[in-house]
T-cell receptor, first 114, second 111 residues
Framework: EAGVTQFPSHSVIEKGQTVTLRCDPI?????LYWYRRVMGKEIKFLLH????????ESGMPNNRFLAERTGGTYSTLKVQPAELEDSGVYFC????????????FGQGTRLTVV | DQQVKQNSPSLSVQEGRISILNCDYT??????FLWYKKYPAEGPTFLIS?????DKNEDGRFTVFLNKSAKHLSLHIVPSQPGDSAVYFC??????????FGKGTLLTVNP
């Protein structure tokens, strides 16, 4: 069974540009989460999808971040326009149902804004 | 405010000995606690979890202990192996299902 996959693994963009990160969850997992780790700090929650619906987006930093999950399968996280403080590793995770606490993480996308 | 704290940034142990990683939390509404292991350039890998209604969960070499009155949990690895060297994250799940992570502890197991 394929795990959670994220693309790209690395992205270097200039301040003001747009970047779109993609996440493919484990097949059949209704719950999809985005997290971010800024260098040296803890992994922080961004938002939670149940199928195609946003269940909780309380962790999204500001309106420069837009997440979508069309059709309840893969998800994209767009940052537009990117700022220097957006640099970090963006993780996607999925779980089959919320009754199970553990979420399975992808390898992350390292975003560097210069 | 940091609701999940791992106060030791690093821990070094000898192969074959016990590794004890600690975690403290402040929110009494957390219903599950989890440990994740992370190697460089990889995502966190789920290791073991414990429900807030339990005080111990064991899986092979890994045991998690929960002390609700002290709002403290620990992960015991016995015996420790060099392949266990990684960053270990403590995480807690709240009523809204999101995970709150600590900053991690770098475990080094020396041969």
């Amino acid at each position: 069974e394929a795990g959670v996959t994220q693309f790209p693994s690395h992205s270097v963009i200039e301040k003001g540009q747009t970047v779109t990160l993609r996440c493919d969850p484990i097949s059949g997992h209704d719950n999809l989460y985005w997290y971010r780790r800024v260098m040296g700090k803890e992994i922080k929650f961004l938002l939670h999808f149940v199928k195609e619906s946003k269940q909780d987006e309380s962790g999204m930093p500001n309106n420069r971040f837009l997440a979508e999950r069309t059709g309840g399968t893969y998800s994209t996280l767009k940052v537009q326009p990117a700022e220097l403080e957006d640099s970090g590793v963006y993780f996607c995770a999925s779980s089959p149902r919320v009754a199970r606490a553990e979420a399975f993480f992808g390898q992350g996308t390292r975003l560097t804004v210069v | 405010d940091q609701q999940v704290k791992q106060n030791s940034p690093s821990l070094s142990v000898q192969e074959g000995r016990i590794s004890i990683l600690n975690c403290d939390y402040t929110n009494s509404m957390f219903d599950y606690f989890l440990w994740y292991k992370k190697y460089p350039a990889e995502g966190p890998t789920f290791l073991i979890s414990i429900s807030s209604i339990k005080d111990k969960n064991e899986d092979g070499r890994f045991t998690v202990f929960l002390n609700k009155s002290a709002k403290h949990l620990s992960l015991h690895i016995v015996p420790s192996q060099p392949g266990d060297s990684a960053v270990y994250f403590c995480a807690a799940r709240g009523s809204n299902y999101k995970l709150t992570f600590g900053k991690g502890t770098l475990l080094t197991v020396n041969p």
